[in-house]
């Protein structure tokens, strides 16, 4: 699917951004950058055919965001960090995925849990302010699949409980996912 296409499908290409929301902007920015590179990361454990394909069907729709928020956010509004948040999303793929399956799963579900209460966050502002219907759309859509992604992992992991240095892990990643949108809000 080309640029055009993307844009057409997710009802995006007619989207303009008010100055007083591109903060949030930059921030998806950064963190779909984020997460088109977590999937190549999880990509490069070449020996496990099932974390390959999960960073194949999710780095696709990924691709998809970023192709989105890029299209957005002019260039000089972006994130002055970009290479920071790819090295830290193929770190957050690649590292998880080394430990196996699981803790790739793991790493899916505690970040997309946190991307989904950062876009719900938006379209709570979105909707009470009635400020801009296009973009609510949009922002609807990535967080329905950002939430897909979620249940997704979070089956494949097949764990309702979780020990001590899971639950560690997930605090670990949702700090960490904070302070990057804090900081993108910012820089």
């Given at each position: 699917?080309?640029?055009t296409e993307?844009l057409?499908k997710?009802q995006a290409d007619?989207?303009?951004?008010?100055p007083e929301?591109m903060?949030?902007m930059?921030?998806n920015?950064?963190?779909e950058?984020?997460?088109v590179?977590?999937y190549k990361g999880?990509?490069y454990?070449f020996?496990?055919k099932k974390i390959?394909?999960?960073a194949e069907e999710?780095?696709?729709?990924e691709?998809?965001?970023?192709?989105i928020?890029?299209?957005?956010?002019?260039?000089?509004?972006r994130s002055?960090f970009?290479?920071?948040?790819?090295?830290?999303?193929?770190?957050?793929?690649?590292?998880?995925?080394?430990f196996g399956?699981?803790?790739?799963?793991?790493?899916i579900?505690?970040?997309e849990?946190?991307v989904?209460?950062?876009?719900?966050?938006?379209?709570?502002?979105l909707i009470?302010?009635?400020s801009?219907?296009?973009l609510?759309?949009?922002?609807k859509?990535?967080?329905?699949?950002?939430?897909?992604h979620?249940?997704d992992?979070?089956?494949r992991?097949?764990?309702?409980?979780t020990?001590?240095i899971a639950?560690?892990?997930?605090k670990i990643?949702?700090?960490?996912?904070?302070?990057?949108?804090?900081?993108a809000?910012?820089l």
């Open positions: 699917m080309n640029k993307i057409k997710y007619n989207v303009k951004i008010a929301f903060s949030w930059r921030s920015h950064a963190g950058t984020g997460a590179w977590i999880a990509s454990v020996w496990s390959r394909l999960m999710h780095g696709q729709t691709q998809h965001h970023l192709t928020m890029e299209y957005l956010v002019p260039y000089n509004k002055i970009i290479p920071l948040w790819r090295l830290m999303g193929f770190a957050l793929g690649f590292v998880p995925a080394i399956y699981k803790g790739f799963c793991l790493t579900y505690a970040v849990t946190f989904e209460a950062h876009y719900n966050e938006q379209i709570d502002y009470k302010t009635g801009n219907p296009k609510l759309n949009v922002i859509r990535c967080c329905d699949e950002e939430i897909e979620q249940q992992a979070h089956q992991r097949n764990q309702n409980k020990g001590i639950r560690t892990w997930f990643v949702a700090l960490g996912s904070m302070a990057a949108v804090s900081i809000k910012k």
